[in-house]
């Protein structure tokens, strides 16, 4: 709810925010990545354009207000997210296993 009620979030590039973010289109400024998969969260998605960053405090403050005041922006970092988005991932998952397991009794029978 209040995802899809905001223009842009502000958090730390963990899996699930980042994932949330995605299947919500919802541009990131990301802050404070811990070394390893938030570090490279942080970087991917800044690199396809989803998500800006930076190193200060003042500097992640004047990004967001900035960011707010370009409508045009919020939307060419949302379609990139777009890009990332899976939203047939768990049906795409269930037919995969179900074709398989029907392979499977097939060459067993």
């Not at 004047?62 to 997210?81: F, G, K, V, Y």
């Not at 899976?86 to 998952?93: E, G, W």
């Amino acid at each position: 709810l209040y995802m899809s009620a905001a223009d842009l979030t502000l958090t730390k590039p963990g899996g699930l925010m980042t994932t949330e973010a995605i299947a919500m289109r919802l541009p990131m400024v990301l802050i404070d990545a811990v070394a390893g998969c938030e570090e490279y969260n942080r970087q991917f998605f800044v690199q396809q354009g989803g998500a800006v960053t930076a190193d200060s405090t003042e500097d992640l403050l004047r990004l967001c207000l900035r960011l707010l005041n370009d409508p045009a922006r919020l939307s060419l970092m949302s379609e990139a997210l777009l890009h990332h988005s899976h939203p047939t991932a768990a049906q795409d998952i269930i037919t995969h296993l179900q074709n398989t397991l029907s392979t499977q009794k097939e060459n067993q029978a």
